[in-house]
């Protein structure tokens, strides 16, 4: 099943004073389609659009042309859909709250809904590594930790699809739990890295951004191995340079 499938994207911004404005393409005619289940890596250098794109198609940002699609349905945007989790590279919370508050307060008030969600928190943050963490506050934590709670905050509201901008990188000692998790999943999820390194031990795809446009993908999941040929990572990571 086609869970979102995009056409023609485009995006430019505005730089300069108003008398001498000048625009920058950040997407060029981006074309992406996502199945049900799959993880997508998207890999490029910085500049090259991938959290423009991610903010596009997540509906936070306003785009200038192309259709996106998310389940069949035309996605104008003003906003996530519910079943959308949007993540970025560095998570923001109240630096008063604990983490147990992040996962109180920020979601639905509806009384199923949140009966549920607490029954799914102690196994959530235990899976990543967080039940230590519950009772500290936001502020006392490190970004490692933070990104491991905004991904634990995405699967305690039962997210269908997650877009990670940067979420991957710097997990430190962290990486093999929040990898395990995730491949353990059966969200669709789409992660941006500047490194294919960092995407590969979970991703099913990699496509590769460069100055707004999509350039390639390679898919070579297998099951014990995730992300398995060595040369075609070093290959990308080549065109990164």
């Known amino acids: ?21 000048r625009s920058i ?10 199945e049900d289940g799959e993880v997508v890596g998207i890999v490029g250098g910085q500049g090259s659009g991938k959290t423009t794109f991610l903010l596009c198609a997540a509906g936070l940002l306003r785009r200038d042309a192309g259709s996106i699609r998310w389940y069949g349905e035309r996605f104008d945007g003003g906003g996530c859909l519910p079943c959308l989790s949007f993540l970025p ?4 919370y109240y630096p008063f709250l604990t983490v147990r ?4 307060h920020y ?20 899976r990543l590594g967080l039940t230590d963490h519950l009772a500290s506050t936001v502020g006392s934590l490190d970004v490692e930790i933070l990104k491991r709670v905004a991904i634990a905050q995405a699967l ?6 997650l877009l990670l901008d940067g979420s991957l990188d710097s997990l430190g000692s962290g990486a093999p739990l929040v990898h395990r998790v995730i491949r353990e999943s059966t969200s669709t999820l789409i992660a941006t890295s500047r490194h294919a390194g ?16 999509l350039t390639g993908s390679f898919s070579a999941m297998q099951p014990d191995s995730a992300f398995a040929p060595l040369p075609l990572i070093r290959q990308i990571a080549e065109r990164m340079h």
């Open 25 to 34: 393409e950040a997407l060029t005619g981006v074309d992406l389609d996502v």
């Open 107 to 126: 979601g639905p008030r509806e009384q199923d809904t949140y009966a549920r969600r607490s029954r799914l928190i102690p196994t959530v943050t235990a």
């Open 156 to 161: 305690v509201d039962e997210s269908r699809v």
């Open 89 to 92: 590279a560095v998570p923001t």
């Open 198 to 213: 960092v995407l590969a031990p979970v991703a099913t795809r990699i496509v590769v951004m460069d100055a707004g446009r």
């Open 1 to 21: 099943m086609s869970v979102l499938a995009i056409r023609s994207l485009r995006k430019s911004f505005q730089f300069g004073s108003a008398s001498s404005a």
């Open 101 to 104: 508050d992040v996962f109180d």
